[in-house]
């Protein structure tokens, strides 16, 4: 059973630095990318940051120079940097693993339960 763990959300003034982990226990045969999503009151989730098996990243434009997304695959983990945070960036933050599954013999997501950021003005 995989399951995602998240940590590290919280409050912080405008301006300020939060950083995010997430812990991955249970075994997975291949990951195709992890990454961070996040979902304010009244919005849908949308993606923030990725980054691939090969260490590939992608960011949402809203967040491009402020985070930083990385991974230590000896610690099955993915992180998220943030700077220079705004009150827009407040949200529930979401891990997510896209994965193989070789029993359905398909791609599957798994969300973690979710961190809370606020960033207040």
């Known amino acids: 059973q995989v399951q995602l763990v998240e940590s590290g959300g919280g409050l912080v003034q405008a301006g300020g630095s939060l950083s995010l982990s997430c812990a991955r226990s249970g075994s997975i045969f291949r990951i195709n990318h992890m990454g961070w999503y996040r979902q304010a009151p009244g919005k849908q989730r949308e993606l923030v940051a990725v980054i691939s098996s090969s260490g590939s990243t992608n960011y949402a434009d809203f967040v491009k120079g402020r985070f930083t997304i990385s991974r230590d695959n000896a610690k099955n983990s993915v992180y998220l940097q943030m700077n220079s945070l705004k009150p827009e960036d407040t949200a529930v933050y979401y891990c997510?693993?896209?994965?193989?599954?070789?029993?359905?013999?398909?791609?599957?997501?798994?969300w973690g339960q979710g961190t809370l950021v606020t960033v207040s003005s």
């Open positions: 997510n693993a896209n994965f193989y599954h070789t029993g359905l013999l398909r791609n599957l997501d798994k």
